[in-house]
């Protein structure tokens, strides 16, 4: 068996511990006689497992009582249509600030239920960098205030957090949910799905301050509704029972990792390794405003555009896996979540460094 390093936006890799681990329980969990996907949700098992990956969560996120953990379905796009279902109540505007890709989505499926306000936007150059908040122009009375904390495509990153005073602040975090401490009490609601840095594909993790759960729209679906999946701690229906699982192994692994203090120290090392062979280089290109860059996703494009292919297939040669730009911008994207190892970014940066001598 040979493992490659993978660098796949996501899905994306997960910790070689946890594979091993879920790998050796596959058939037989703890002693019970069946996997985990065979069993019940409502069984003591299900349930032991559902909870140590909720207490774990919130001890690793520090998230205060006053909150739900929300373990749903239907990933970080389902929730696009799921906030305004959930938070518009007696109001009808909803502002959002527009940093790129998955922003547009937001503000595409939300329209469909609520006036937008389009606060910020950062189109004017190409979405490389994140509007200051000096330059938002809130609506009147918005529901709520949206942002998307992490453009996986462009690889752009807020670090900071927005003061929206007593706007409920919503956050889809999809792509840098436990990659750095947050304060939870900042936001409303804070929403993610798990496959990024989290676990497997199927679940979606919902944050939601206590107070805004009474204001889903009469027609918000009972299974998306925060208020009844809070009152059934997440089992209104059968949740995603693997992912969950999986999930919890994930979340035990941070804590041994120092949590997310000890996981966000060893990724900005990464990213600084990442962006300063970038800024060293005369080949390769970040266009991101310095004071923007992802941590997560770290874009590039070679000044030489005929060279990326064969940057690409080499890199693929040596084990360095699933590079290739998103197809809408092109170039090439190292996704570097926590499961990547030190060591994948330091063969990659040596591949970089290889192939510009190479090539110039
Ligand atoms: C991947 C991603 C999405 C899409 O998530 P799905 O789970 O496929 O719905 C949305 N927003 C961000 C920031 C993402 O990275």
Redesign the pocket.
């Known amino acids: 068996m040979s493992r490659v390093f993978n660098f796949s ?2 899905p994306s890799a997960l910790p070689e511990e946890v594979l091993r681990q879920a790998a050796g329980e596959m058939l037989d969990y703890q002693g019970t006689g069946m996997g985990v996907m065979e069993m019940s949700h409502r069984g003591k098992t299900f349930m032991g497992i559902a909870a140590q990956a909720e207490a774990d969560l919130r001890e690793l996120l520090a998230i205060p009582a006053s909150y739900r953990l929300l373990f749903m379905q ?5 929730e696009n249509a799921i906030v305004p279902l959930n938070l518009l109540g007696a109001r009808t505007t909803a502002d959002y600030v527009n940093t790129g890709h ?1 922003s547009m ?1 937001s503000i595409g499926e939300a329209s469909r239920y609520a006036t937008i306000n389009v606060a910020a936007s950062s189109d004017d150059r190409g979405f490389t960098y994140v509007p200051p908040q000096s330059s938002w122009r809130l609506s009147d009375d918005p529901a709520y205030l949206h942002i ?1 904390t ?3 495509i462009a690889g752009v990153e807020y670090q900071w957090t927005p003061d929206t005073g007593g706007v409920p602040l919503v956050a ?1 975090m ?2 840098n949910i436990l990659s750095r401490a947050v304060d939870v009490s900042r936001f409303g609601v804070i929403y ?2 798990a ?2 840095n989290c676990g497997a ?1 199927g679940l ?1 993790i919902v944050i939601v301050r206590d107070d805004l759960l009474d204001r889903a729209l009469a027609l918000c679906p009972s299974a998306f509704n925060y208020r009844i999946v809070a009152e059934n701690n997440s089992m209104y229906n059968t949740p995603a029972t693997y992912s969950l699982y999986i999930a919890g192994l994930v979340f035990q692994w941070l804590k041994r990792q120092g949590g997310v203090a000890g996981i966000e120290a060893r990724n900005k090392a990464k990213a600084a390794l990442m962006y300063d062979a970038i800024d060293r280089s005369a080949l390769y290109l970040n266009r991101i405003a310095p004071a923007d860059r992802s941590r997560m996703n770290v874009t590039f494009f070679l000044r030489r555009d005929e060279l990326t292919p064969v940057f690409l297939s080499e890199a693929e040669a040596l084990g360095l896996a699933a590079l290739r730009g998103h197809r809408a911008v092109g170039g090439v994207r190292a996704s570097i979540y926590n499961a990547m190892p030190l060591a994948g970014v330091e063969a990659l940066v040596a591949h970089m460094r290889d192939f510009e001598r190479r090539h110039t």
Do not use: P, Y
């Open positions: 936006a996501g239907g990933g970080a796009l389902g998955w989505k998307c992490n453009e996986t889809d999809s792509s993610g799905g496959q990024k594909a979606t």
